[in-house]
């Protein structure tokens, strides 16, 4: 049974950083893209960061590119979200999940497997 569970969302003020964790089991974990969505209330998911197999290609949204950065540890079988320079439009609940062609790594339909979420408030 694949498990994502994501960990490391909170509130913090306008600024500050958080780096969220996904821990990933029951895959084998080195073969997936991971990626990185969100969803605010009342919007549409959107997609905000992808890293391939071996980490060594990114990719990012416009909107947190240069703030965020996603990296994995595949001996851990864990993907990382580092969210520096938070703004309160940051605010969202954050998927992470797994696609194991990566073909379309900013499309969420590409993606087999999802994490519950975990929730990043930013404050003004």
């Known amino acids: 049974q694949v498990q994502l569970v994501e960990s490391g969302g909170g509130l913090v003020q306008a600024g500050a950083s958080l780096r969220l964790s996904c821990a990933a089991s029951?895959?084998?974990?080195?073969?997936?893209?991971m990626g990185w969505f969100r969803q605010a209330p009342g919007k549409e998911r959107e997609f905000v960061a992808a890293?391939?197999?071996?980490?060594?290609?990114?990719y990012y949204a416009g909107s947190v590119k240069g703030r965020f950065t996603n990296s994995r540890d595949n001996a851990k079988n864990t993907v990382y979200l580092q969210m520096n320079s938070l703004k309160p439009e940051d605010t969202a609940v954050y998927y992470c999940a797994a696609d194991r062609y990566g073909l379309r790594p900013t499309d969420d339909n590409e993606y087999d497997y999802w994490g519950q979420g975990t929730q990043v408030t930013v404050s003004s």
């Open positions: 890293v391939r197999w071996r980490g060594e290609i990114t």
């Open positions: 029951g895959l084998s974990f080195s073969m997936y893209t």
